[in-house]
């Protein structure tokens, strides 16, 4: 008898036992917490619901919804590419991509791809328009256009993207390589840049030396000319003042024709100089 109230007593323990572990799992089913950065994808028997649950403490019916979290931080994903320029050069490189899911679009992009969007779609959108932009430039453009070239990348991604609920926070080139036939190619068109810059410069120099010279043998020329014609001017006075007798002329004239008898200037200077030096009573 009493073996059977202890089995009747065990029954009902187990029983409560059960009965508890139920009210846990469904309490358990009912709540749900998005964290912060998140939103959940809400799905009634396998059909996604087109609202989405916000950061926080939510309610769901248990065994019928469930409740798939998105993330909707900004993802970083690097992608390693191999294209062709417009002129058939081997471009390889790689690119950095910051993206992420808009909260609104989670129930959207996980409809459509499930928690692998990046594998799905991110990466060879990615691909894909890597090799359409640099397809429209010669490799030499794609050097010396880069800026241009990731800014045009950059918004073809966006766009291609865009439908589904992504966006391209920061696109970057990290690398951007070319065959070595092409790297020595373009070593060798800018050595010879240089050098024809080089001889341009000393062209240049040469011409610029030249006429400095110029200009100083006509300074010298015109330095030695003067001198002459100082030595000149003072050897022609010298002789004159030797030879002078001390008569002065008694005509003179202008240059231009006109002629001047002033003898009798010359006498009336004469006759009142000897005036003026007799002495006087």
């Given at each position: 008898m009493r073996v059977t109230m202890d089995k009747k007593k065990l029954h009902k323990i187990l029983l409560g036992v059960a009965g508890a572990l139920v009210v846990i799992v469904i309490a358990a089913s009912t709540f749900v917490v998005i964290?912060?950065?998140?939103?959940?994808?809400?799905?009634?028997?396998?059909?996604?619901?087109?609202?989405?649950m916000t950061e926080g403490l939510h309610v769901k019916i248990p065994f019928v919804q469930q409740v798939t979290k998105m993330d909707n931080r900004v993802t970083k994903?690097?992608?390693?590419?191999s294209s062709a320029?417009?002129?058939?050069?081997?471009?390889?490189?790689?690119?950095?991509?910051?993206?992420?899911?808009?909260?609104q679009s989670s129930a959207l992009v996980y409809q459509n791809f499930g928690l692998s969007v990046q594998d799905t779609l991110v990466v060879p959108s990615i691909s894909e328009c890597i090799k359409?932009?640099?397809?429209?430039?010669?490799?030499?453009?794609?050097?010396?256009?880069?800026?241009?070239v990731s800014e045009q990348i950059k918004e073809a991604i966006a766009e291609k993207i865009q439908s589904y609920g992504l966006?391209?926070?920061?696109?970057?080139?990290?690398?951007?390589?070319?065959?070595?036939e092409f790297n020595a190619a373009i070593e060798?068109?800018?050595?010879?840049?240089?050098?024809?810059?080089?001889?341009?410069?000393?062209?240049a120099r040469v011409k610029i030396e030249a006429e400095q010279k110029v200009e100083q043998a006509r300074a010298e020329a015109e330095s030695y000319r003067l001198k002459n014609q100082e030595i000149t001017d003072k050897t022609l006075l010298n002789d004159w003042i030797e030879k002078w007798n001390g008569e002065l002329p008694q005509i003179v004239g202008d240059g231009n024709g006109y002629?001047?008898?002033?003898?009798?200037?010359?006498?009336?200077?004469?006759?009142?100089?000897?005036?003026s030096a007799q002495p006087t009573e």
């Open positions: 964290p912060a950065g998140h939103t959940g994808v809400v799905t009634n028997f396998g059909a996604v619901s087109d609202g989405v994903v690097d992608v390693s590419f320029s417009k002129d058939l050069q081997t471009v390889t490189g790689s690119v950095a991509v910051n993206y992420r899911i808009s909260p359409a932009v640099t397809a429209q430039y010669s490799a030499e453009e794609l050097i010396t256009q880069r800026q241009s966006y391209i926070e920061v696109f970057n080139i990290t690398d951007f390589n070319f065959s070595e060798a068109k800018q050595t010879a840049q240089q050098n024809a810059l080089k001889a341009e410069q000393d062209l002629m001047m008898d002033i003898s009798s200037i010359l006498e009336g200077a004469q006759s009142d100089s000897a005036q």
